[in-house]
C-alpha cells in the first residue's frame, strides 16, 4: 500500500511560481509511474503532468505545457511539479497521484491510478 503526502500548494500572484512536493511512502517508490491532477470547484478532476517509473518519461497536459515541470527524486521518494507562470485559471486543488507498481507507459485518466494523496490548495490571484 503506497501513501501519499502532497505539500507546497499556496496563495501566489498571476505570474508567479509555486513547486509542489509529493512524499511517498509505504512501497517501492521507483516502480511506480506517478501523475499530478487538479480539480477546480465545479469541474471534473483533470489531468496535469505524469512521468514514467523506468525512463522518467514525461507527457503534460496542453494547458500546462512549457509553464509547468514534473520530475522525481527516487532517492527521496518524491516527486515534484514546478510551476511557473501561473495563471488564475490554475486555480485548483493538485493531488498527487500512483500507478500499480512495474506498469509502463503514462497514464493520463484518474481511473488509471491505484493511489492518491489527500490534495493541496493552489491558488492563483489576479
Known amino acids: 500500500q503506497v501513501q501519499l503526502v502532497e505539500s507546497g500548494g499556496g496563495l501566489v500572484q498571476a505570474g508567479g511560481s509555486l513547486r509542489l512536493s509529493c512524499a511517498a511512502s509505504?512501497?517501492?517508490?521507483?516502480?511506480?509511474?506517478m501523475g499530478w491532477f487538479r480539480q477546480a470547484p465545479g469541474k471534473e478532476r483533470e489531468f496535469v503532468a505524469a512521468?514514467?517509473?523506468?525512463?522518467?518519461?514525461?507527457y503534460y497536459d496542453d494547458s500546462v505545457k512549457g509553464r509547468f515541470t514534473i520530475s522525481r527524486d527516487n532517492a527521496k521518494n518524491t516527486v515534484y511539479l514546478q510551476m511557473n507562470s501561473l495563471k488564475p485559471e490554475d486555480t485548483a486543488v493538485y493531488y498527487c497521484?500512483?500507478?500499480?507498481?512495474?506498469?509502463?507507459?503514462?497514464?493520463?485518466?484518474?481511473?488509471?491510478?491505484?493511489?492518491w494523496g489527500q490534495g493541496t490548495q493552489v491558488t492563483v490571484s489576479s
Open positions: 497521484a500512483a500507478r500499480s507498481q512495474f506498469i509502463l507507459g503514462l497514464a493520463t485518466t484518474p481511473g488509471e491510478y491505484a493511489y
Open positions: 509505504g512501497g517501492t517508490f521507483s516502480r511506480h509511474a
Open positions: 512521468i514514467g517509473w523506468r525512463s522518467a518519461t514525461t
